[in-house]
């Protein structure tokens, strides 16, 4: 599990920390340990990729295909490298103000539920307040929409991964005022994904309903002065 704030707190916990209830009105228990006006944004579930250690997580964030300023080679074996580069997940964080940021999952490590959390994004003042935090690829697109009513559609494919705990950089200028308000990972896979898809879409065939696909945006992937990647 992954639950995102929006002050920028993140905390990774397993699953197997929430016990099953018996009845749907059971309370629940606490995920995690809120500050002041903080709330919880977002649940994510990430899957299990069984890092051996702290030691084994760090080689290989140091060694990462994504990292520009590889110097040296992991200390693990090419099968366990390639292992954890197959299995590797991405966090998508997406701020009010339009800016944003892609991180390995990697660098979200485990910790009992119930804690603070660790830092999501830093400069929450310059960024604005959280306003999504999920899994997403350079593959994937980006849909934003603001409180003046404007939709922008995003590729993430020129978002290069940047360290979880920097400020991130501007995927969107918002005019003076506006705010990003909502944003969401879209599905550009031609086929169905499951049946219920499968019917919607012959439904809306077969109604004579033009679907429009916006034009794509470019993300602006430059550093702002102030960001740092760690």
Not at 110 to 116: D, E, I, K, S
Not at 147 to 170: C, F, T, W, Y
């Amino acid at each position: 599990m992954l639950l995102a704030t929006k002050c920028g707190k993140a905390i990774r916990f397993s699953g197997e920390q929430i016990r099953e209830f018996q009845s749907r009105t059971s309370t629940g228990v606490r995920g995690m340990t809120l500050k002041g006006e903080d709330e919880v944004i977002s649940l994510s579930i990430l899957h299990r990729v069984g890092v051996r250690d702290q030691d084994e997580r760090e080689d290989y964030l140091r060694h990462a295909p994504w990292k520009p300023d590889r110097e040296s080679e992991p200390r693990m074996s090419e099968e366990r490298y390639a292992e954890l580069v197959a299995k590797e997940q991405f966090v998508l964080t997406v701020c009010t103000n339009g800016y944003g940021k892609l991180s390995s999952a990697y660098e979200y490590r485990r910790t009992g539920r119930g804690g603070q959390g660790i830092t999501n994004i830093d400069n929450i003042e310059r960024n604005g307040e959280v306003v999504a935090s999920f899994p997403a690829t350079q593959a994937d697109q980006l849909m934003l929409v603001t409180d003046q009513a404007k939709l922008i559609r995003l590729p993430l494919e020129s978002l290069r991964v940047i360290g979880r705990n920097s400020a991130g950089v501007r995927l969107f200028n918002v005019a003076e005022g506006e705010h990003v308000v909502s944003a969401v990972r879209l599905d550009d896979r031609p086929e169905p994904e499951n049946a219920a898809e499968e019917a919607v879409a012959q439904e809306l065939g077969g109604s004579g309903i033009d679907l429009v696909v916006p034009e794509d945006h470019p993300v602006r992937d430059q550093d702002v002065e102030g960001d740092t990647e760690e």
